[in-house]
């Protein structure tokens, strides 16, 4: 059963979830589920897989993974330790309404996936993005009307090279294909081109009631300026997006350093997504406390 649970919950991350592993580490007395007995929880749907023993012990671990899974900064891991009697006392003990008698000490484990940005237009600032991406450890794919700037030769460590034309673009990716990305970046070389796919995949988004916040649904990103930006909302609010999500829209992209060369930008935009991704506000100067 461990073996299946940590398989699952791989294959989990790898989609893009975030998963919660609650495993029992030691026990003492009468319990449900002996040492090395784990559960995980998924955030998309809260399925889990596994046990930890059942009873009233394993229905109080569910709600806190759930709890977990919630919330927005995360504690990535605790261990708690129940006495399974009402009566139950001790140094950090939570008592529950059991007849076991023994107890039991659980470590819970936020596993949280890393970040997957789809790279729109292939052009320098894709080109310096990518391999600091690459140094992170984060995946990254590429989409390029033009061949050149969606090859392998030019991205060699993308999971996914899409050359295709923006309405196949578009229609490649329903729901569960955007829900793989953490960040959808777009960096096209052509306006026009980046207003088709940009106003396709939040017309999907919409469909179905899709929030920006990198988890559920991927962050989306503009690259370009205010005036930019503005026209693009417009052709949006005449296509039927509705203003609240269009308000999620981040434009333009990057912690504000004045970045002005592609390598400039490419440390402005990693530095946002690492500080969205962590829950970390840069303005803030509490934040290393």
């Not at 990305?181 to 081109?193: C, I, K, P, R, T």
């Amino acid at each position: 059963m461990t073996a299946a649970v940590l398989t699952w919950a791989l294959t989990q991350i790898g989609q893009g979830q975030k998963v919660v592993i609650a495993s029992v580490v030691e026990t003492s007395g009468s319990v449900p589920g002996k040492a090395g007995a784990r559960l995980a929880m998924r955030s998309s749907d809260l399925q889990w897989i596994g046990t930890i023993g059942g009873a009233g012990l394993e229905m109080t671990v569910l709600k806190r993974c759930r709890t977990m899974l919630d919330e927005q900064h995360l504690p990535y891991g605790e261990v708690l330790t129940f006495g399974l009697n009402k009566g139950a006392k001790g140094y950090e003990v939570t008592p529950l309404d059991s007849l076991c008698g023994g107890r039991v000490t659980l470590s819970l484990e936020v596993l949280v996936p890393m970040p997957h940005v789809l790279l729109i237009g292939g052009g320098h600032c894709a080109q310096a993005i990518a391999p600091a991406l690459d140094a992170l450890g984060w995946d990254h794919s590429i989409h390029d009307t033009r061949a050149e700037f969606s090859a392998s030769s030019l991205f060699p460590n993308a999971k996914q090279h899409f050359h295709l034309t923006t309405d196949s673009f578009v229609n490649h990716h329903g729901i569960d294909e955007l829900s793989t990305y953490s960040d959808v970046l777009f960096l096209g070389h052509d306006w026009a081109e980046d207003q088709t796919r940009l106003l396709g995949l939040l017309e999907t988004l919409q469909q179905h009631n899709s929030t920006l916040d990198g988890r559920s649904s991927p962050r989306i990103g503009v690259i370009g300026s205010r005036s930019k930006w503005q026209a693009f909302e417009q052709a949006a609010r005449d296509q039927g997006i509705e203003q609240a999500l269009l308000d999620q829209v981040i434009c333009p992209i990057g912690v504000n350093i004045g970045a002005e060369s592609p390598e400039e930008i490419a440390v402005a935009v990693v530095a946002q997504i690492m500080s969205l991704h962590k829950g970390v506000d840069p303005a803030d100067p509490t934040w290393r406390a």
